[in-house]
């Protein structure tokens, strides 16, 4: 049967459906309330906000709502600033604009003259745009707003996507399609697609994106390049989207002629003030430059025997007059260390600590290796205090799955932000030590490597949305909890029926310990195959670099499994503050999540429910595979609830993870079998191939890897 197929709409609309209030009860109190919209100011943000208002309540409320002439009307929304807000609105929200930062908003219901209105303001025009926002968020989720009272600010000042984009239009670790950007077609050719990625960022608070990827090209750097990025920056603007770019270290001799780029050296320096001026020149509001250096073969200061301190001081102070920021990336490890991979960031960066200019943040990522389905937090978290530093959580799904598998990510990026890293006592958590609460440090940040492509979807997979959704919110307010964003999140994006809300956000919340599960169970981890990151690879062995090769993380053999991070093995726990450290340290209250992570134990070793070791990892890869059996089961009872393609898609792709996850699980279990020397306990489902079969898997053409 042929049908006409309109939820391709749906799928690109994201969270911003505005699909038609259903419950009656709702849409009464709503219509009643709101008879028109009344907006003061006229800049481009106060444009948009007026505009998405418009566009959001007559879809939710299935009517047309007008800009009105006359403020004195009964059930007005009211939009203004602090610029344009009249003196008696003003001294009305006083306490409330004490409360707020410049980001900040108040949604409030006021009188004026006995006429009951509702509010949206700010300090700012873009606080307003917030404010526009999250009041269609309360309708999209069916909350009253009868007497609101709403003072809401952003805690972390710099919300930013990493967009690992390349100039040739790949998207590195990218599942989704192609690169956004259309390099050819900019500057004059501005997709709507650009738009609407600026409206759907506004909307959870993003307020900065870096266009390109961290293994940088100097092109982006020349003229011919910059005025496509300017272009950029022009639609980006009026939602409060700042655009920064990757700096490649090298671009004084790539694309400036020079002979060098040490940063020690004038002419380099002087060649980056220059092209600083140039970029402010273009875009005034230009964010700065993320910079990956001495990193995998990107080049860096260590290239002239200088460190990170003086490259990221030198680009510092190229964009300090004009109110940039560098933020410098801790991702590092040394070829030629041959100690424990996990170790080697924290080495390098933490005697740094207070040695860069105020202007230079250091961008860390959430574990000490790489964005594993389950990391312990980086230890650099809680060791340098006097440096401002950054989250770096991968929303794009390398190591978990691609846009195959549904992985509710939020619930890891809360498990990282809640870790206390004891730096100053009890309480000192990532959380805080990132807003910057914990040492007091005015620039304050957090990026997602976005898993943002071409795919009609955004995203590859209808509910890696979920992902991109929940990091903006944490990044606003990294003390949310996972589960009131994810049901926001599938109101806004499907339903408000609570027959599907509640199992479908169970579902998502039980997705991240799935994977966990069917890929790197208790601690295990980057036993993925190398390279693409595809699929299961615990016997790789062959690549030059030690830590590249899998079993250089799992450590299996006839004795046990495991990397030994505790005194006796690598002291990768020494890196953590006292109290923590000896949690790890000693087997016996080391976290059994993270228990191989930090020990190398035998197979017969006694887990906390009785069961041996061998047993233990392979009934944990067994209930990833059941957990993703009852995700269909979900699922598959959700028909009713959401239009025909999205029910397919997520029907089919659920069908692949669980495919995959029973690879993983039988590739895994066959190979740490050849050392356990041990039988599969029962439960475990006894696997239909051959180790040999699993291992003449090869992908040449996975996606993500160009
Ligand atoms: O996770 C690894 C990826 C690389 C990436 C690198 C990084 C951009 O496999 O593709 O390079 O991390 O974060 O720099």
Redesign the pocket.
Known sequence: MVSINLSAQADYKLWLQYAKVQNTKWTTEYQSKIKGIFALGNSETIQAATKELQLGLSGLLDTKITVQQNIEDENILILGSKSSLNEETLKNLKNELNQINDEGYIIKTISIKNRKKMIIAGKTDIGVLYGVYNFLRLLQTNKSIENLKIVDAPKINIRILNH?DNLNGTV??GYAGSSLWNWQKLPDFIDQRYIDYARANASIGINGTVLN???ANALILTPQYLEKVEALAKVFRPYGIKVYLTARFSAPIEIGKLKTADPYDANVKNWWKEKAKEIYKRIPDFGGFLV?AN??GQPGPQNYNRNHVDGANMLADAVAPFGGIVMWRA?VYSEHDVNDRAKQAYSEFVPYDGQFRNNVIVQVKNGAI??QPREPFHPIFGAMPKTPLMMEFQITQ?YLGFSTHLVYLPKLYQEVLESDTFSKGKGSTVAKVIDGSLNNHKITGIAGVANIGSDINWTGHPFAQANWYGFGRLAWDPYLDSETIAEDWLRMTFSNDENFVNPVKEMMLQSREAVVNYMTPLGLHHIMDTGHHYGPGPWVSNLSRPEWNPIYYHKADKNGIGFDRSKTGSNATAQYAPEIAKLFDDVKTCPEKDLLWFHHLPWDYKLKNGQPLWNGIALKYQEGVDEVASMQTTWNRMGNYVDETRFKEVQMLLNIQHKEAKWWRDACLLYFQQFSGKELPKGVEKPTQTLEYFESLKFPFAPGNN
């Open positions: 690992w590195e670790r990827n961290v293994n990956k990193s995998e991702f790489d964005f390398e």
